[in-house]
């Protein structure tokens, strides 16, 4: 990158890079039961996990695997209006394992830091 | 992606994702002094933060931004040999906002789990 990239600028991309992992958790602990993209970043929101539109809800994310795609497009756009269907069996295994993960990472950096 | 894909990868993917932004601020923390890439890892490791190569210090990473790139080769693997230069007085600053919004994911993602 270039020299010329500021301070706030390298705290943003690793800020950025750091809550993107951690929104895929939080998105996937949302869908024990199936959720319009909407309200789920409302709950998410109120909880003090600011989710930006075109991240963790975007078609791109891991967080929206095969698992959580089932969605209907109800006009409007599509992050506001997607439904995302409730997390199957498999998807609850894999929300749960990383959630042993998050602790375990958890775990670590607090001795680290 | 594909729908054949497993679990197994799913996991990995978020996984991953999860782990990559923390390693960024685990390495700065330790950027406290010049490290060698290879005791670096070997710190972190022991801490219980595995670091694979080609992540964290690969110089494409944001923890490799300019105040951490000052390295020398000397011959062998790139990331295992590299030198990473001491935080500047503004990449401290860096790391104690980054250090600071990981406390803040903490407690929201605690909250919402």
């Known amino acids: 990158m270039s020299q010329s990239i500021d301070n706030h600028e390298r705290f943003e991309n690793l800020r950025l890079e750091l809550r993107r992992g951690c929104l895929s958790l939080a998105v996937l602990s949302q869908l024990k039961t199936e959720r319009y993209g ?3 970043r409302k709950a998410l929101n109120e909880q003090g996990m600011e989710i930006d539109e075109g991240t ?3 078609p791109a994310s891991p967080a929206r695997e095969p698992w959580t795609s089932d969605q209907r497009m ?6 506001q209006q997607a439904l995302l269907s409730a ?3 498999e998807g609850k295994q894999v929300l749960k394992q990383l959630a042993a993960e998050w602790q375990s990472i958890n775990k670590s950096l607090n001795g680290i830091l």
């Open 74 to 79: 109800e006009g409007g756009r599509e992050t």
């Open 56 to 58: 963790a809800l975007s």
């Open 87 to 89: 997390l199957s069996s």
């Open 38 to 40: 909407y309200t789920l």
